[in-house]
């Protein structure tokens, strides 16, 4: 049972243009939510995160956006860069808990 | 600092064989976890390890796995003996607070094939 889905396993978008990513969770006991960078042969890197407290949060190009009544999440990228091309997984934790689940993953490529 | 050190990068064995993992967290931190990469499943913790202390291995998928941390600096995955669905890549990550869900670091993982 994947508590953490990632359905759009691969999005292409124009260099430029927003990329938006998404993440869906079944466990209403998540409150605090990652997203990771992954290229190839490498290990994933941490890219944003948000707390349940909040409804969006925001880094320079990269946006998270926490819809917990819908408890959907996205992660909004603009303007998109051939350098943003990567795998992105989404993972959730419950409060109080060292457990990460990870979603399965979106491939972005990013069209110069 | 180096980061998370795994070793060896790829490995390739034939089934039956034994496999081991090797992995060196960041100085300092005192969590340790074991991932493995599928395609069909993404990311799943393997075992989480605090203070060098097994705490989580609910995710070890069976008895042919097993993982120990004899110090703070180093951990090892096994696998014995491997089969071909245990191809995967397996990343080994570190953090620095046990209390909430704080940012793990990953390694570079290690691509498994048994054939």
């Known amino acids: 049972d994947q508590q953490v889905k990632q359905n759009s396993p691969s999005l292409s978008v124009q260099e430029g243009r927003i990329s938006i990513l998404n993440c869906d969770y079944t466990?209403?006991?998540?409150?605090?939510f990652l997203w990771y960078k992954k290229y190839p042969a490498e290990g994933p890197t941490f890219l944003i995160s948000i707390s349940s407290i909040k409804d969006k949060n925001e880094d320079g190009r990269f946006t998270v956006f926490l819809n917990k009544s819908a408890k959907h999440l996205s992660l909004h990228i603009v303007p998109s860069q051939p350098g943003d091309s990567a795998v992105y997984f989404c993972a959730a934790s419950a409060k109080g808990t060292y457990k990460y689940i990870f979603g399965t993953g979106t491939r972005l490529k990013v069209l110069a | 600092d180096a980061g998370v050190i795994q070793s060896p990068r790829h490995e390739v064995t034939e089934m039956g064989q034994e496999v081991t993992l090797r992995c060196k967290p960041i100085s300092g931190h005192n969590s340790l976890f074991w991932y493995r990469q599928t395609m069909m499943r993404g990311l799943e913790l393997l075992i989480y390890?605090?203070?060098?202390?097994?705490?989580?291995d609910s995710g070890m998928p069976e008895d042919r796995f097993s993982a120990k941390m004899p110090n703070a600096s180093f951990s090892t995955l096994k696998i014995q003996p491997s089969e071909p669905r245990d191809s995967a890549v397996y990343f080994c990550?570190?953090?620095?607070?046990?209390?909430?869900?704080?940012?793990?670091?990953f390694g570079p993982g290690t691509r498994l094939t048994v054939t």
């Open positions: 990550a570190s953090s620095g607070d046990r209390a909430v869900a704080y940012e793990q670091y």
């Open positions: 390890f605090n203070n060098n202390v097994p705490i989580d």
């Open positions: 466990n209403s006991m998540f409150d605090y």
